[in-house]
Structures are given as C-alpha cells and as structure tokens.
C-alpha cells in the first residue's frame, strides 16, 4: 500500500477524499465574507474575504499579528464573529457548527499531543475517541507512523521527539479520520530545512488526495513552494490574492540580486547600487545579499560595473522575476519578518 493509501484510510476501510464532497450552491470548501473580530478594542480581524476552492493549498500570508490564527479559529469555529459570514462546504460557521467540525481538521501552532504518552498510544487514543475499535485505531495508528517515518519511534515518549518529529505526529493525529479540511497553522515554525521539506512532502500527498489545505505561515518561501494561491493579509485585512506568480507579476518590475564576497562591504555596496540603479536596494536574509526592483536592464550593467570600479567583489548575481519577499515589501512598505508593527491579536506566534 502507498504512503498516499496510508494517508488517505484506506487501510481502514474509510472512504478516500477524491470523492464529491462539495455542498452548497458556491461549491466552495471556504467562503468567508467580511470577518470581523476584535479583542477589546483592538481588530485582529477587519473585514476577510476568503474563497477556498476544494482540493487545493490555500497559502495565508502574512506577520506575527497580522490576524492568520484568528481567522482560522473562526472558520473552525472556535472564535465567533463578531460580524461577517463563513461557510465550509456550505455549512455556516455559527449556526451549523457541529456540520463543519465534522468535516475539518486543526493542527495549531503548537502540538496538541500529550508528551507523556508515546507516538503510537497518542495516535490510539484519538482513534479510539473518534469511534474506532481497538483493533482499527491500533491498526490505523501504524499505518501513520509508518507513513509519517516515525514507526521506529513508536513507543518513544512523545517528550523525547525532536520538533520534527512532534510536528509530523501531530499532523497524523489532525488526519486519523482524513478530514475534507485541513487547517495547518504555521506548521513549520521552528523546524530545521530536513524537518520542514518533511511536513513539506506531508501537505502535498494530503492535497494530492484530495484533502483541501488551508496553509497559514509567515514563511514566503513556503507559500512559494506549496500554495497553488496566496491571500497576503495585513494588519487584519486581506490586501492581495492570487497565485504565486499572479503576485509576483503584480510587482511590475523585475529583481536584481547580488551577493557579496565580503559581507563587510555590504553598506557600501547598497549606497553604490542605490545610486546606480536610482531605486531602494534591500538587504537579503543572507547577510552577504542585496536584492533591488530594477525595470532597465541596462542600469543593471551600469550598476555592476560600479560595483567593480569601487572594489566591491561579487560571488553572483541575477536578474529575474521578484520574489515573494520583494511582493510582500511592496504591498506592505515591510519585509515579512518585520514584526515591529505587528499588533497583538490575542494569537500565540
């Protein structure tokens, strides 16, 4: 059996996702108008508009604070709008709750499973509270940990996992009963690049059998490589949607990006492509990169060339489409990690 069986239940006798699942005459998977929820007086959420069709990774974009976790809660109604409207394959969210939790999963920012148990005795609890027997919820427990890498750790504590590890169990325990609706939160904050390409690797087997994933991070590498569209949101409002491309092209202009031999001359090197290229330049994650939205490429030539003059040695260089950092700076006046003037909206992370 496939690690895509394994995920999808089969093994268990259940019903796979690549079936008509859709209800409601928008045949969406989330349709969200106007969300609105305030803690206090402050609006963690302004006004959301979402439109989620099945089947497909739905990247939510945007800071710590900017109102990704409250909206999710209210879609899987844990928070109540204060006004606005949800429906989850057509079921709303405050008057047919029960509906949509049947039909949904939450995985948080933070594991959900009990530390004391081991991986197997978490995943056999949950099975067993969802109405297994014990020999289904036995049986379906291992074929997740199998699928997830973690069978040799089976009857490890969960409290001596590594975050990885925490993190993939805790995505098996939100798909015991594989849901219509996955809502992931942040679910590769703190990961080391093994650790996330894993959870990675995860969300694209549920999404290839058809589960409908709703992805929120602040990571925009991660919508790049997972989201088939993003909703950037910002300060509780949605202020972009489209796919990664559509965003990318939105910016208009072209990206220059240069690294430097030395670090060290990175302030001078910013001055002399600022002055060259008449455009802000923006320091990368690297602390040796550089990146600047060009539109002439002949300014680009001239601005190497300054660089050289002025003994400023680059490793390389390259001129193409903007990334999804230089969209988000664009849209909001900020790099995405900037959490300065990220407000409080009553979320962990």
Known sequence: MSKEDFIAGEGDGKMSIGRDLVDGADGLAIHAEGLV???????????????????????FLGPNGAGKTTTIRMLAT???????????????????????RGRVSLTGQFASVDEDLTGLENLVLIAR???HSRKQAKARANELLDAFGLSEAA???????????????????SIVVTPDLIFLDEPTAGLDPRSRNQVWE????????????????????EADQLAD??????????????????????VGSGALHVRLRDPEQKPQAERILSQALGVPVQP???????????????????????????GVATTDF?????????????????PAEDEDTAATEGEAA
């Open 37 to 59: 929820h305030r803690f206090g007086d402050n609006v963690a959420v302004g006004g959301v508009d979402l439109k989620v069709v099945p089947g497909e990774i739905y990247g």
């Open 78 to 100: 844990l928070l109540r709008p204060d006004s606005g409207t949800a429906r989850v394959f057509g079921h709303d969210v405050v008057r047919e709750s029960d509906a949509v």
């Open 129 to 131: 509270l969802l109405g």
């Open 155 to 173: 009857g490890r504590q969960v409290k001596k996992y590594s975050g990885g590890m925490r993190r993939r169990l805790d995505i098996a325990a």
């Open 202 to 221: 995860i969300i694209r087997t549920l999404a290839a059998e058809g589960t409908t994933v709703l992805l929120t991070t602040q990571y925009l590498d």
């Open 229 to 250: 569209r993003i909703a950037v949101i910002d300060h509780g409002r949605v202020i972009a949607e489209g796919t990664p491309g559509e965003l990318k092209a939105s």
């Open 284 to 310: 990368g994650s690297d602390p040796a990169s550089l990146s600047a939205r060009v539109s002439d490429p002949e300014r680009v030539s001239y601005a190497l060339v300054e660089l050289s003059r002025s």
């Open 318 to 334: 390259a001129l193409g489409q903007p990334s999804l950092d230089e969209v988000f700076l664009a849209l909001t006046g900020r």
